[in-house]
Each structure stands twice: as C-alpha cells, then as structure tokens.
C-alpha cells in the first residue's frame, strides 16, 4: 500500500469514528442514568415546563428520530445552546467566549513541554550513563508520575510564599505583577482598532497590542501550562532519550563517522532530525492529555476555560452542553490524528509499508 | 529430573514418584496459613460477600433489561428480550465454567460426530444447557432453598474461623495505651510506648510477607529443581533478568510493600478502620488525665488533635493529647492519617486491580480475535477504539461518574463508588491496551505455527488460547502495570473533584483536597504525604513495567509511544 493510500485510507476511518464517537454521547447524554429535562428544570419544574422543554429539545420523539436529529444536528455545526450554566446562550457564543483561556494555555504547555523536555532527552541520550543522565532520566520518570492535581497544589503553595523559597524572589511582583496567582490570564493584549473594507471583505489596518499585558498574560499561565505539560515532558524526554540513542548506534551514523565527518555535523544533519520522527506521536498525544488534563488544571487554577466550563455544565446537569462540547472534543481529536498521520506520511518513508 | 524430551507424565505423577520436596514446602505453607488463618478468612468472607454482590446484581439484568424492552415494544417482546438475555448471561457464564471445571469433552462423552469447528460451539451449548437446567433448579425448585442454607452455614464457619487471634492482629501486640505520671505505659505491648509498639507491629507484618515470598520462591526452586520436565525454559532467563535489573526490582519492591500495606491495612494503621473512619462516637480510649485513668471516645478526643496549620496541629511520628501515636500526624478532622491513608492504599488497589483486569481481558480477547481474523474485525475493532479513544477520557471518566451518583444508581453505591469507577475505567481505558498489543498479536498471527495449526484442524479458539495467547501474555503484563499507575492516579483525581470514592470510604485524593489549603502552614502533611505516596506508587508500577519489558524482550526498546498513551491522560 502506498503511503498516501495509507493517509486516505485514515482519512476515510475518521467518519465513522466520529459518528460511532458521537453515538457513544447520545447514549450517555439521552439514555443515561438522569433525565436531561428533569437536570434542566430541577425537582420543582411544573409540568407545562417540562413539556415546553422536551418540545424544544426534542424529547417527546421516537428515540431513533431523535438520534438522527442529534447527529445531524451536530454535523451540521448546529449546536444548540446552554440550559443551566447560562440559559439561552448558544454554543457557539460560549465557545467563543471561554476558547481563548484553554487555547492560551494549552499552546504555553505544549511549548514548554517540548523545550525542555525534548533537549533533556536529547542531551541524555548524547550522553548515555553518565551522571546527568541518570539525573535527567530518573527525574523525567518522577516528573511524570506526579498527579496534576497534586503538584498543582504544590506549585500554588510554594508560590505563595515564594519569598522563603526563592531567596527573597516575590512571585507575584518579579517582572510584572499579576493580581494573583489564581485566576485568568488577560487575553486583550492584541486588538484590532481599526478595520478596512474592500467591499465584502473587512482587513484590519490598526492594530493595539501591549508588551505588558503580554508579559502578564504569559505570567499568569505559566504554572498552570507547566502542570499540565509535566506528564508529556516526561514522555517526551524519555522518548527523545531512547530515540537519540538509537540512532546515534544505527548504521548510517557510523558510516558518517567513517566518512570522518564531524560530531557536530553528524549530531545536527543525520542524528537530531531522525530521532524527532518518533517524537510525532507523543507530541500529538498531548492533545489528548491537554484535553482530558485541562479540566482539573482550570478548576485549581481558576481558569474559566472549556475544562471548566465542561466540568460546570456536567455537575450542573446542563446535558445538552454537554454533549455539544463532546462533539467539539471529538472533532478537535480526530483532527489531531489526521495532523498525526499526515506528519507520518511525509517525515518517515517506512509507514504504510508494514 | 528427567531427561525424556517426550516425557507425558503429568505433574502429578511428578510429585507421586518423588513426594518429599513438595511434602516438606507444603507443611511450611500450611504453617504459614495457620499463623494468619483468621485474616485470611476474613478476606475470603470480604471477597465471598462481593462476589455474592455481583451475583445478585447479574442476575437481576434480565428482568431489568425485561422491563426496559416491554415499555417501549410490548410485554410479549419484554419476555423474549429477558429469555435473550438470560441466554447470552448464561452463556457466558458457561465460557468460563467449561474452561475452569470441565477439563474433557462432553461431546466426546456423549459419542456426538460433527466436524471441529461445530464441536466447540455444541460443546458450549451443553454446557449453557446443563446451567440452564441448574439455574431453573435454584430458582423454582427447593433446591435454592438448600443451597442458601449450605452458604448460611458455610459463611458462619469462615466467620468463626475469621475471628481467630493471628501474630499480626492488634490484640497480640496492642498500640494504644495510656501514659502515666512516671513514664511507664499502660495497656500496651510489654509496656512499650505506642510508636515502638505499632512499629513492631508493622514490622511483624512485613516480616511475614517477606517470609511468604521467599518461600514462594523457594517452592518454584522446588518445582523448577524436582518437579519440571524441561531442565531450562526461556521463562528462567528472563526471571534471571529481572533479578538483575535494578531499576525493576525497585519498582517490585515498592509494589511489593504498597500490596502488604494495602492487604494488612488493618493491622498496620495505628486505629482500627471502624474507630478511625466509620465511627469515630462509637469507640472509646483511656487516658490519663487529671482525674486520673479517664475514658473519652475517638470523635471528642479527634476534636483536640486537628491538624488544620498554625499551633494546631499534630505532625509526622507525634503522639496527641491522649497518648495516641500518629506515624503520618493526623487529618484535618483530627482522624489518624496513616490510617486513613493505609485504608485507601486498599481501595486504590482494588479500583485499580479490577479495572486494569477488565481492561486487560477485553484487550487480550479483541487482540487475538483482531490478529486471527483479521479483514473486517480489525476494522470494526479500529473503529471502536478509536471513538472511544477520541472522547478525552478523564472528562469522559467524571461525566459517566457524575452522572451515575447523581442519579443515584444502585451501582453507584457498591463500595462507595468503586465498583462503578473500575468499571468505567476499564470501560475507556480497553482501546489503549488493545493497540498496545495489537501489533505483536497481529506479528505471533503470521508465524508458521498459526498456519500450522489451522491446517491440522484445531479450532479457532484452541489457536487463540494455545499458540498465540503466551506471546501477548507478556506484553499485557507490561502495558497492565503501566495502566495500573494510570488508573490510580484518574482515581485519586476524580476523588479530589469530589466525584471518586465517597466518604467515608478513604481515597488518597480527597485526603489531599482535605489538606490543600494547609500545604504552606504546619500542616503541611494532610496533602502532601498523599501526594508523595500517589508519585513514589505511580514511579514503581513503571519501573516494575520496565523491568518485566527488559526481562521478557531484551531487546525492545526502552519506551514506545503506546507505552506513554497507557500511563498518561490521568489527572
């Protein structure tokens, strides 16, 4: 099979994953163990409210209408509204709304994730056995066993009083202040101030943007982006340490050596560019973990981001917002595979071939 | 020994022709069992009265699946969907009685002829038939009633048994006393002071688990010495692999002392479960007071012995106002923390096991079935795994938690919501073992052996079981033991959200919700001891994974990327 066939043949897979995905979700939402209605109106709902209620949602139908109704509702991007959290907003207004802060922090995760863990592995598998391998080893290892919720904890404690940790370093007053250590980061730094039009299309011509509020932003995210970016540093530093050593033993680096190129030369141009292709995968599995791990990080850290939001609207019985949010999971995780495979397909020859 | 490379004797025959080794390890076994026979007991009855748990719940699927159907469909359709489901129920039921108790074949007995694959599936049908015949019997007949009555009595003789003293029980070396004015201790051990007396204790009980594994060990040097046909097996080099690999013995050791301190929380935690945890107004101490000799019950003294920061708190290895011991100082309600904490060592281990288990099962069985088959299975088994796999699992985990409590549910309340939780790890954690193991499934599913034995006739099944369950049986023991950690973490997670394990039910987790905004004063224990004990478990469950993976397949890779998808995505 050739390695675009391979790629299309995914490509095609993902449909009825999703649908099979968003099947798992109308059970659980509509056939599950609490009535969606009866979470909506609370125990003193009267009964012309809960029939105008199931009218809207649908519920007075067969099961198998409503079942098509949710897919293709959902499929169309039509994604209803909120019941509880805040009544008669629709998804999309959400989203839009509490997107961003996740956003923000999930890229500061996965970029410090793989800034330091990356070079640590790579420096621990330049240097195998050594005492800073050990060091880098046994510390990624310890590092990704900690539970987020816990060195969330600790992270707070500790920069809280971080002038008896840090010799006299405040945290909250060093560089820029930030009001607290709780809370979320500002996100209007950058603005549009003014727009053009040519004809149907707006371009934006003036710009606002704020160093400071910059900085305070990136300040604010950073122990919340570290936490949950603790367990894929960890794998990433591991995987980057094998990888390395591997192909710093294979074949085509030691004709390199024989060739009498240099170490340098031979590190940069055959070792590092090689020992990235099987760091693919443990990068785009951090979706998986950013997705699933944001929930407990914004509620520690008080972020309202879609963890937060989703993690509200499942305690509050808001099912509906539920499983629109479900399906935006779902969409966002099958396009991280897509991203995954299609990287595959271009950076390593040998997929597709097995 | 033998030297016969065709030598057919079973091991019985084995241990007939030569009876003295096997003789000499059994009698130390057995005195073994005898030092902890009450304990020992006393599990049986727990594990007993959870599987009679189970019982009941089963079998009440098909009438609620009954009542279900017949809303909707009519009653004549709710009868057959009960008779359906009682049928497929029983079937299942009849997969595992044939494999555990019915060694030859019914079909055979009978002098039935069909063909091979038609046998498996006819043999299966006379066992379903014969369950049949004996659930009918239990169900309509007085059979049942005698049948509870065997268990009634049964039940009251493990009891007996169970309440006997054992060298580990807090009777046999009591911690809990009271001081008086010059110095002396009452009341406990020799007249030990209480952290002497329960380190001791603690002490006797890792000396007996010790002593259990090294005459495990022995017993298979015994077998592997006298009682085994081949004189090496690859299985040695690999156990002599293990031994040496350092990092992997680390990881055992930490799984080996968590186990023990998870089996004998009862005997190794300070304050028994029920004055701790359950209720702490029932159960009273002595001390001396003022007036001399006083009695105060466990809720009023806990009142004075809160850890909660500043001037009140009791910290690591300090004793309270009543002369209680507390290892790991106290929670913030004043209970025992090592307690606590050896308690939810229990329930971790449980949630943990049972749905690494379940998980395991459904990977392995969906592996050999995908790399048998291959073609449509694959694709069908690739498909649900991946939906499963693209709801993110920890918001996935808390929603079907929240759900099932919210409502209610009866299942929710089983163990305080344990059983739920292992079941819906194991629900979503399956497609990750299962891709783990596909590929070295779908690699054993090429060799010659497999073609082998499908030309000879033997039945899919037999295959399966036989020739390619043993290769992937390793890979499982490595990708379970990473999951593991997995598991215990979304537990401790879920709990802290406070949509875990229900109190009283300790869980780690909850511990350090309970703690968390103490962690910067003087009571920094609360949150942090938990923690630490969640990371030191996590690191050896992974450790061990790499042990067992370098022992069994020298020359894998140190780390792959389904390896990392099985540990990570915990809280």
């Known amino acids: ?354 | 020994m033998s030297m016969n490379e065709f030598d057919d004797t079973t091991l019985r025959d084995r241990i007939a022709a030569n009876p003295r080794p096997a003789l000499l390890w059994l009698v130390g076994a057995f005195v073994l069992i005898a030092l902890e026979l009450g304990r020992i007991a006393d599990g049986v009855l727990r594990l007993g009265g959870a599987i009679g748990l189970m019982v009941d719940m089963v079998v009440t699927i098909p009438s609620s699946v009954r009542g279900a159907v017949a809303s909707s469909f009519g009653a004549g359709a709710g009868i057959a969907a009960f008779v359906i489901t009682a049928f497929i129920l029983l079937g299942i039921v009849a997969i595992v009685v044939k494999w555990l108790f019915i060694p030859w074949s019914l079909v055979d007995r009978l002098g039935i002829d069909v063909s091979t694959g038609r046998e498996d599936i006819l043999e299966r049908l006379l066992v379903t038939g014969l369950l049949v015949i004996v659930a009918a019997a239990l169900v309509w007949t007085p059979v049942g009633g005698l049948f509870e009555m065997l268990i009634s009595v049964l039940t009251r003789g493990v009891e007996a048994v169970g309440s006997l003293t054992t060298i580990t029980s807090r009777e046999v070396i009591p911690n809990q006393g009271y001081q008086l004015p010059d110095g002396s201790w009452e009341g406990t051990f020799l007249g030990l002071s209480p952290a002497w007396a329960w380190a001791l204790r603690v002490l006797v009980v890792y000396a007996y688990a010790l002593t259990w594994l090294a005459w495990l060990w022995k017993g298979y040097e015994i077998f592997r010495e006298h009682y085994r046909e081949a004189d090496w097996t690859p299985r040695d080099d690999s156990i002599n692999r293990l031994r040496t690999h350092y990092w992997g013995v680390f990881g055992f050791v930490v799984v080996f002392m968590f186990v023990v301190m998870a089996l004998w929380a009862p005997a190794v935690s300070p304050v028994t479960a029920e004055a701790n945890l359950y209720s702490p107004y029932g159960n009273e101490i002595q001390y001396y007071g003022d007036d001399g000799v006083q009695s105060i019950t466990h809720g009023d003294a806990n009142m004075n012995s809160r850890s909660q920061g500043g001037d009140e708190n009791v910290g690591l290895m300090s004793y309270d106002d009543y002369d209680r011991f507390h290892p790991f100082g106290t929670n913030t309600d004043g209970k025992d923390l090592f307690t606590f904490l050896a308690y939810g060592a229990q329930v971790s281990l449980v949630i943990g096991l049972l749905a690494t288990v379940l998980m395991a099962v459904v990977a392995t069985v969906l592996a050999l079935i995908t790399a048998y088959y291959k073609g449509v299975a694959d694709l069908l088994a690739i498909i649900a795994s991946d939906s499963v796999i693209a709801l993110p699992r920890l918001l996935l985990v808390l929603l079907l938690s929240v759900l099932f409590m919210q409502a209610n549910h009866p299942i929710a309340e089983i163990y305080d919501g344990g059983l739920l939780l292992a079941l819906i790890f194991a629900g979503t954690g399956w497609p990750l073992l299962w891709r783990s193991v596909r590929g070295p499934a779908l690699q054993v599913s090429e060799q010659e052996w497999i073609d082998a034995a499908k030309s000879y006739g033997q039945s899919p099944a037999a295959t399966m079981r036989k020739h390619m369950s043993p290769y992937i049986a390793g890979y499982m023991l490595i990708y379970a033991s990473l999951s593991l950690g997995g598991v215990i973490i979304g537990v401790a997670a879920l709990s802290y959200l406070g949509f875990g394990v229900q109190a009283p039910t300790p869980e780690w987790g909850r511990a350090v919700f309970e703690g968390k905004s103490y962690v910067s004063t003087s009571s920094w224990h609360v949150a942090t001891l938990p923690g630490l004990l969640v990371v030191f478990l996590v690191t050896g469950f992974n450790a061990l994974g790499d042990g067992i993976r370098d022992a069994i397949d020298p020359q894998s890779d140190s780390g792959d990327g389904s390896a990392a998808a099985a540990t990570g995505g915990g809280g």
């Open chain 1, 1 to 354: 099979m050739s390695r675009w066939r391979y790629f299309f043949r995914r490509l095609l897979l993902s449909i009825p994953v999703v649908l099979f995905g968003l099947t798992i979700t109308f059970v659980i939402v509509r056939m599950g163990p609490i009535d969606p209605v009866a979470a909506i109106i609370g125990p003193e709902g009267g009964a012309a409210n809960r029939a105008r209620i199931e009218q809207r949602l649908g519920l007075n139908e067969p099961l198998w209408r409503q079942y098509i109704d949710f897919i293709v509702g959902m499929l169309t991007l039509n994604l209803g509204q909120s019941w509880v959290i805040q009544p008669s907003t629709s998804v999309g207004e959400l989203l839009t709304t509490y997107a961003p802060r996740t956003l923000w922090l999930g890229f500061w995760s996965v970029l410090i994730a793989i800034f330091v863990g990356v070079p640590l592995g790579f420096y621990a598998g330049l240097n195998p056995n050594t005492g800073g391998d050990y060091l880098a080893s046994f510390g990624g290892i310890v590092w990704r066993a900690m539970p987020n919720f816990w060195l969330a904890i600790i992270f707070l404690a500790v920069l809280r009083q971080s002038e008896k940790f840090f010799f006299g370093i405040d945290w909250n007053t060093i560089g820029v202040t930030v009001p607290g250590l709780i809370g979320q980061p500002p996100l209007n730094f950058i603005a549009v101030t003014d727009w053009v039009s040519l004809g149907a299309l707006s371009i934006p011509i003036g710009f606002y943007f704020s160093p400071i509020t910059l900085a305070a932003s990136i300040k604010q995210i950073l122990p919340p982006a570290v936490v949950l970016g603790s367990a894929a540093m960890g794998n990433e530093m591991r995987i980057g340490r094998t990888a390395v050593l591997e192909t710093i033993n294979s074949n085509y680096v030691e004709t390199a050596k024989a060739k009498g190129l240099r170490s340098r030369a031979i590190v940069w141009k055959h070792v590092f560019r090689n020992a990235l292709v099987p760091l693919v995968p443990i990068i785009t599995n951090e979706a998986f973990i950013l997705i699933g791990g944001s929930v407990i990080v914004e509620v520690i850290f008080g972020i309202n981001g879609i963890g937060y939001l989703f993690y509200q609207a499942s305690i509050q019985g808001d099912l509906p917002l539920v499983g629109s949010l479900m399906f935006v999971f779902i969409i966002l995780i099958v396009s991280v595979n897509i991203i995954q495979d299609f990287l595959y397909t271009i950076l390593d020859p040998r997929v597709g071939y097995e």
